[in-house]
């Protein structure tokens, strides 16, 4: 069998989706080596996305930037479908939402979240018209649909109109480096990041569906009415829309107790998650949750938004809140720092359920589909 996978989340710095593409394509190379598998991108490879798949030395996995790469602006309608003739995939893997607009092959796309359709509200524009022209289509075309969660799913099911059976939830996984580290090893990367001893966490990309005006309120609100002083480190890379985040932290008097750490790579973030007192997570909508379940991996006791996918991921083993409700997340937190000893029982619960999860278990379930849609007859897996 040979697979094309959509390369284009890994051509700059690795958030959630390219994270999702490297670890599956290379578990999926892993796993079946009498198999080839293909990261096919108009645009060169992030550096360091490239020089891990190198490592993994793996002959059965290869990065391609197709020629086709000087018409990118057509990429999805012309080149790719150009190169994948020539290439002679079997189906072809679009990771990040989008497949060509073709019949010929089979593809399979994962449809992450659907949070530009569903808050339209916490995003550009021009993403949510893209959105709102381009799923609808790709649903219709791809031959199978896979989803992080069960409540992703559904939410696919209702909104796009989509048979269920044409719809796979296969979940992700937090990455192998995420382990716990002794608390004296963080402190060289901690001292260099501007983080104290005692600190909570939010790791993410900023944007306005994570809900840091929320969290920012409820940390105000532990400075002001409690005796505790923790620092609040917020780590990842500005996103968008983020006006009243930066308009709060200017008039709130919480400035010389926030750090903004930016981008971080995973060294850093690892050595975070392992010592913080907590990792505080209030976002409105996920399709998965991969920063709370990469916490819990290192052992952080978590606090993350009652919402369906984090619920479905996360289980018992984090403390769920409203996430818009500033005062039960402030007592939420402050009862945390308080007890010792449900910080360490929710620390050793997240390493249980982060156990469940492997990007081995993710890649045979992906496989798994790759190959039922293979062995179906043209036309039979059309089931929308």
């Avoid at 850093?268 to 990792?279: D, I, V």
Wanted: charged share 25%.
């Amino acid at each position: 069998m040979r697979v094309g996978l959509d390369g284009y989340p890994l051509s700059e710095p690795r958030t959630g989706v390219g994270h999702y593409t490297l670890e599956l394509a290379r578990a999926l190379a892993l796993i079946s080596p009498q198999d080839e598998f293909e990261l096919v991108s108009p645009a060169p490879f992030d550096p360091e996305a490239q020089r891990e798949i190198d490592r993994a030395n793996l002959p059965n996995l290869r990065t391609v930037n197709p020629r086709a790469s000087s018409i990118r602006g057509h990429w999805w309608s012309f080149g790719l479908p150009l190169y994948a003739r020539k290439a002679g995939f079997d189906l072809f893997h679009g990771t990040n939402f989008d497949v060509p607009f073709w019949k010929r092959r089979r593809s399979v796309v994962t449809i992450h979240d659907l949070s530009a359709l569903l808050h339209p509200d916490k995003h550009r524009t021009r993403m949510v018209r893209r959105a709102r022209l381009r799923l609808p289509l790709v649903v219709r075309v791809a031959d199978t649909i896979i989803t992080p969660t069960e409540s992703v799913k559904r939410e696919v099911c209702q909104r796009l109109s989509v048979k269920a059976g044409k719809v796979t939830a296969i979940p992700s996984a937090a990455r192998v480096g995420f382990r716990p580290i002794p608390f004296a090893q963080t402190v060289p990367i901690r001292k260099r990041l501007g983080v104290e001893d005692d600190f909570l966490l939010f790791v993410g990309t900023l944007e306005p569906r994570k809900n840091l005006v929320t969290l920012l309120k409820a940390f105000e609100q532990i400075l002001d009415e409690t005796s505790l002083g923790p620092q609040l480190v917020i780590a990842g890379g500005e996103g968008w829309l983020m006006d009243e985040l930066f308009a709060f932290t200017r008039k709130a008097a919480i400035a010389d107790r926030l750090c903004l750490t930016g981008y971080l790579k995973d060294d850093e973030l690892c050595a975070l998650y392992s010592s913080c007192k907590a990792f505080i997570y209030p976002s409105i909508y996920e399709g998965f949750g991969l920063p709370p379940l990469e916490a819990m991996a290192c052992g952080a006791p978590v606090i993350a938004g009652r919402i369906p996918a984090l619920e479905e991921i996360l289980g018992s083993a984090a403390l769920l809140v409203k996430p818009m409700d500033v005062e039960a997340l402030a007592e939420g937190i402050a009862g945390l720092l308080r007890d010792e000893s449900r910080r360490n029982r929710l620390g050793s619960a997240g390493q249980e359920q982060t156990a469940k999860f492997s990007w081995e278990r993710t890649a045979c379930l992906t496989l798994d589909v790759y190959r039922k849609l293979l062995k179906t007859p043209a036309g039979d897996s059309d089931q929308d």
